[in-house]
């Protein structure tokens, strides 16, 4: 069975830093693509970041671009989001996902983190 | 960036009756779109991919049609477990990949 498990969030205050942490097992870890998916309090899904199979290429959503950086240990079976400068705009709960592969986009995903930026 | 619009908003209906949810694109998408279900507290769930295709597990009562910029998710006879927030996504020109606003059906 897929199983996708986040940890890391927490408060932090403006300016912080924090590192979110994805726990993949069941599946080949190293064989997909994944991503980080954020969602703020009562809204909806906004895509943030993704990362290749050897973490060589990644992408980023203009609003973390610069501040948040996305990598993988295939050996640890882990995805990360280091996250730096945070702000208030950043608070949401963070969803990693499996990228199925084409045509299957997000297949899995974890029960997410909750990131609350605040002073 | 391509943005995804949901329509409407809020379904309101009652249980046993048909749903019918709409996307609509910015631009072409092909068939790269993807809806997705969302119930309180949980992780959203892959129900639909390429427009049309139902991922493992999910009922025949769900189906997906369109292509191009215009989509539709229909739920045949809704459930009491099928009330929750729909998401479409697409998946063909990316980065970004784009979600919808979502489509949040309640109970009648």
Redo the contacts between chains.
Sequence with gaps: EVQLVESGGGLVQPGGSLRLSCAASGFTFSSYWMHWVRQAPGKGLVWISHTNRDGRSTTYADPVKGRFTISRDNAKNTLYLQMNSLRAEDTAVYYCARDGGFPRPFDSWGQGTLVTVSS | EIVMTQSPATLSVSPGERATLSCRASQSVS??L?W?Q?KPG?????LI??AS?R?TGIPARFSGSGSGTEFTLTISSLQSEDFAVY?C?Q?NN?????????TKVEIK
């Design positions: 068939g790269n993807a997705y969302q949980q992780a959203p769930r892959l991919y390429g295709t991922a998401y996504q998946y990316w980065p970004p990949w784009t979600f919808g606003q979502g």
